[in-house]
């Protein structure tokens, strides 16, 4: 296991700053996932990290190592990438090993390395065919078991699964999780996908514009989001966010809300704000104090749920729920205790 420390990381490309500021501290065998909307930076960090990019400023620790200056194969990094980047002339096991007989490893080990990992990821009966005869599902796991035969302290993964269906990406995520249970090394992994953030990583990095809006677990970023950027980021559907204005606010901690008059102890509310609420915890009955009528725009029947949405004057209010809903005006509720606030920059209020 290693430890891995990022302080003060820049990178621009021009006048485009990509990374910027960038400070992290990842802590022996976590799972590490960098999400963000495009161009947030995601894969120039993790491109910095492996050596394939330089840094303007700031420092890479592997370990107590600086590790700036060292070319990709003196890391002791590997990284996967999302294109799988096989060669197709080879078979499995030559594609597995190409990496090992650079490095002049004895033939012995070398076949020792690629069936171990091979039976790691349970592709033992394919090492002797072509990229071509192989699924996305098990290139996948070829380009993985490349990485695993240089038995690297640090694992970079960029959108790996990006490429898979459904089914398929449900399937890996379940086997990077765990392989990183079996390895206990270190895995940073780049994806846009929350799903994959929030089922995979022990700390969630949410980048914007290179900057790092938080870092937490995956309860802390769903359940106290630092701003709207990252409440609206994550969770699907996304958070509701309604703009509460001046008029509405009838004292310091008591609020107008849909006709509504609500006390919230230990706040004081001075200007207008945003109040947030997460799709999930809206209900189709009357059950909880804040209670309002809408309107009923589309039902998105998923089976097991529905995504309902609906509006409220200006207010698109989305709704994730189990019950039947006729798409006539309903009447919905959600519990005081469940709002969160933000401020007129978009900054939570606690």
Same mark, same amino acid.
């Given at each position: 296991?290693s430890?891995?420390?990022?302080?003060n990381l820049?990178k621009?490309?021009?006048?485009?700053?990509? !990374?910027?500021?960038?400070?992290?501290?990842?802590?022996?065998?976590?799972? *590490?996932v960098?999400?963000?909307?495009?161009?947030?930076?995601k894969? @120039?960090?993790?491109?910095m990290?492996?050596?394939?990019e330089?840094?303007? $400023?700031?420092?890479?620790?592997?370990?107590?190592?600086?590790i700036?200056?060292?070319?990709?194969?003196?890391?002791?990094? #590997?990284?996967?990438?999302?294109?799988?980047?096989?060669?197709?002339h080879?078979?499995?096991?030559?594609?597995?090993?190409?990496?090992?007989?650079?490095?002049?490893?004895?033939?012995?080990e070398?076949? $020792?390395?690629?069936n171990? #990992?091979? *039976?790691?990821?349970? !592709?033992?009966?394919?090492?002797?065919r072509?990229?071509?005869?192989?699924?996305?599902?098990?290139r996948?796991?070829?380009?993985?078991?490349?990485a *695993? @035969?240089?038995?690297?302290?640090?694992?970079?993964?960029d959108?790996p699964l990006?490429?898979?269906? #459904? #089914?398929?990406?449900?399937?890996?995520?379940?086997?990077?999780?765990?392989?990183?249970?079996?390895?206990?090394?270190?895995?940073?992994?780049?994806?846009?996908?929350q799903?994959?953030?929030? @089922?995979?990583?022990?700390?969630?990095?949410?980048?914007?514009?290179g900057? *790092?809006?938080?870092?937490?677990t995956?309860?802390?970023?769903?359940?106290?989001?630092?701003?709207i950027?990252?409440?609206?980021?994550?969770?699907?559907?996304?958070?509701?966010?309604?703009?509460i204005?001046?008029?509405?606010?009838i004292?310091?901690n @008591?609020?107008?809300?849909?006709?509504?008059?609500?006390?919230?102890e230990?706040?004081?509310f001075k200007?207008?704000m945003?109040?947030?609420?997460?799709?999930?915890?809206i209900?189709?009955k009357?059950?909880?104090?804040?209670?309002?009528k809408v309107?009923?725009?589309?039902?998105?029947?998923?089976g097991?749920?529905?995504?309902?949405y609906?509006?409220?004057?200006?207010?698109?209010?989305?709704i994730?729920?189990?019950e039947?809903?006729?798409?006539?005006?309903?009447?919905?509720?959600?519990?005081?205790d469940?709002?969160l606030?933000?401020?007129?920059y978009?900054?939570?209020?606690r």
């Open positions: 296991m430890k891995i420390v990022i302080k820049k621009s490309f021009g006048d485009n700053k990509v !990374i910027d500021n960038f400070n992290i501290d990842i802590r022996d065998g976590e799972f *590490i960098l999400v963000g909307p495009s161009g947030c930076g894969s @120039t960090l993790l491109r990290i492996s050596g394939l330089s840094v303007d $400023e700031g420092e890479i620790f592997l370990d107590t190592k600086l700036n200056n060292l070319i990709p194969s003196k890391r002791e990094i #590997a990284m996967v990438f999302q294109s799988y980047a096989l060669y197709p080879m078979n499995v096991f030559e594609n597995m090993s190409f990496g090992l007989k650079m490095e002049k490893i004895p033939k012995k070398i076949h $020792e390395k690629v171990n #990992a091979a *039976i790691t990821l349970q !592709i033992e009966d394919l090492l002797k072509k990229p071509k005869q192989l699924s996305g599902g098990q996948q796991r070829v380009a993985i078991g490349r *695993i @035969t240089r038995n690297p302290k640090v694992f970079l993964f959108e990006s490429n898979l269906d #459904a #089914a398929l990406r449900s399937e890996m995520r379940v086997e990077i999780s765990k392989l990183h249970k079996k390895l206990n090394s270190n895995i940073i992994y780049v994806t846009h996908d799903i994959e953030a929030m @089922t995979l990583a022990d700390r969630i990095v949410v980048l914007n514009k900057i *790092i809006e938080q870092f937490g995956p309860n802390e970023i769903y359940s106290n989001p630092n701003n950027f990252v409440a609206e980021f994550i969770g699907s559907p996304k958070m509701n966010i309604i703009k204005k001046n008029e509405q606010i004292n310091s @008591t609020l107008d809300l849909f006709d509504n008059k609500i006390t919230f230990n706040y004081d200007d207008e945003y109040i947030g609420i997460r799709p999930e915890h209900s189709l009357n059950d909880y104090e804040i209670q309002m309107e009923v725009d589309l039902v998105e029947n998923l097991s749920e529905k995504i309902i609906t509006k409220q004057l200006n207010n698109q209010i989305i994730k729920s189990s039947n809903i006729n798409e006539q005006p309903s009447n919905i509720s959600f519990p005081k469940k709002v606030f933000f401020d007129k978009e900054n939570r209020i």
